[in-house]
């Protein structure tokens, strides 16, 4: 889909097909729709970015929480969104061997125990074992920063997804 | 639920328990997790109310546009959140006659078309005469009025939908 096409959709054909570049937060897409046009891909990538930092830490925590755990009970019992689903296996982690599937969930529930929101890293950038390293090293941060840190990778993982929905190329004639 | 035990939940069981009190926007509950712990029932919704207030005005925008058409599409192919088809089906949203089918259509559209965002009535304070009069009536306001009506009716919904999980009585011991 390119960007002329992206600007002409309606708000719920816009809801629908970009509703999840966001894990579960449909508002954003949803809120973004009235910046419209967008002049290209990286405008469009810029409004969400934009949403996501004017909203109080709160709601940046909120965003957080609504993703699943990596290689947890969501993977588990099959109730993962499509694209999170994809990303985990691109990943590896429906396929984690039971040692490294305990430290993962060991790991979580520690994450979650210590900062209140959900350990979140693009799957699509790392490996196995790099999330796994990841994980460990980030429990250590102070709260803000990781808040921060996973919001960075919300963000990256929205940049994917986005790309796999809207054609980066060809500037929009306004 | 007691408040005492919506106030020990982790973020998660918060979530997946209340996360739908205002349609398909998680994220304002995972938020206000962040609130806890919360005196008694008005206190919660106080929280999310302010959430939803302090949202810039493409935010509330964005919640209305989460918010599914009444007799609309998502009620004829099955796909409304089980709060949505509970409250549409109780207004008498899934029997209506193919005049009123039409005219709810047909307002519908027009409203979208007029403001860029879904007409949103508490569908379990209302009946279908009134539902059509006030659709009607409200494709006449001003653009931001009516988004703030709009926003009035979401928390109407939440705070009932609330009710449906957790008891308004009994205060917790902070």
């Known amino acids: 889909m390119d960007i002329a096409t992206v600007n002409a959709l309606p708000f719920e054909d ?10 579960k937060c449909p508002i954003i897409t949803a809120a973004v729709w009235s910046r419209r046009p ?3 891909f990286t405008a469009l990538e810029a409004a969400i970015n934009e949403f996501i930092d004017d909203l109080p830490e709160s709601g940046k925590e909120g965003i957080l929480r609504c993703h699943p755990d990596l290689a947890g009970r969501d993977l588990q019992s ?13 990943a590896g982690m429906d396929a984690l ?13 520690e994450y979650k125990e210590r900062f209140g929101f959900s350990f979140v890293i693009c799957a699509r950038m790392n490996d196995k074992a790099n999330i796994l390293r990841q994980l460990s090293e980030r429990c250590q941060n102070e709260r803000a920063l990781e808040r921060a840190r996973g919001i960075e990778e919300v963000k990256k993982i929205c940049r994917l997804r986005l790309q796999d929905l809207v054609r980066t190329d060809a500037p929009n004639k306004l």
Not at 78 to 90: F, I, M, N, V
């Open 38 to 40: 967008f002049l290209n």
């Open 14 to 23: 816009f809801v629908n097909l970009l509703g999840n570049v966001v894990e």
């Open 78 to 90: 099959g109730t993962l969104t499509r694209e999170s689903r994809e990303e985990q296996a691109g």
């Open 97 to 109: 061997n039971s040692a490294d599937a305990s430290r993962m969930t060991r790991l979580n529930e």
